[in-house]
C-alpha cells in the first residue's frame, strides 16, 4: 500500500501566482527529505515532457528557461532532464532556494526522515529574488 502526501508550493509573499497543490505516493510512510524531493522532481518533469505545456511549473528553473509568472517557460520546445533538475533542485535545497516545510517545521537536512501520516502537510516555500536588491 501506498503512502500519499499532499504537497503544496507557495513563493514567498504570494509573488508570482497562485498555490499550486499536487500530490506524490511512496511505497512507505517513511522518506527522506532527499527522497522527497527526487520524487517530486521525476513525477514534475515526466509530466511535463509527456504533456509539453507552454509553462513548467517546478521546483527548480530549468537550463534555457525565463522566470514567468505563470512558470518557467523554456526558450525552445525540449525535453527536460531530470537528473539535472534534480542536481539543481538538491543545490538550491542547500543554498536557501525554498524552503521545505513538513507541517510547519522547517527540513534543515537532507537525510531527515518524514513521517507520511494521513494529515501530514507538506509545502515547497519558493524563495523569489528581489529585482534590483
Known amino acids: 500500500m501506498y503512502a500519499t502526501l499532499t504537497v503544496r508550493d507557495e513563493t514567498a509573499f504570494g509573488i508570482g501566482g497562485s498555490d499550486y497543490v499536487f500530490t506524490l505516493n511512496f511505497p512507505d510512510e517513511r522518506v527522506t527529505a532527499r527522497e522527497l524531493i527526487r520524487e517530486r522532481v521525476r513525477q514534475e518533469v515526466e509530466d511535463y515532457n509527456t504533456q509539453q505545456p507552454e509553462y513548467f511549473r517546478g521546483l ?8 514567468t509568472l505563470n512558470g518557467f517557460k523554456l526558450t525552445k520546445q525540449k525535453l527536460i532532464n531530470r537528473e539535472e533538475q534534480y542536481a539543481k533542485a538538491l543545490e538550491a535545497f542547500g543554498h536557501n532556494g525554498f524552503i521545505l516545510l513538513v507541517d510547519d517545521r522547517q527540513i534543515e537536512d537532507l537525510d531527515e526522515t518524514i513521517l507520511i501520516e494521513p494529515d501530514t502537510a507538506v509545502t515547497f516555500l519558493k524563495l523569489v529574488p528581489l529585482v534590483g536588491g
Open 60 to 67: 527548480v528553473q530549468p537550463t534555457d528557461a525565463e522566470r
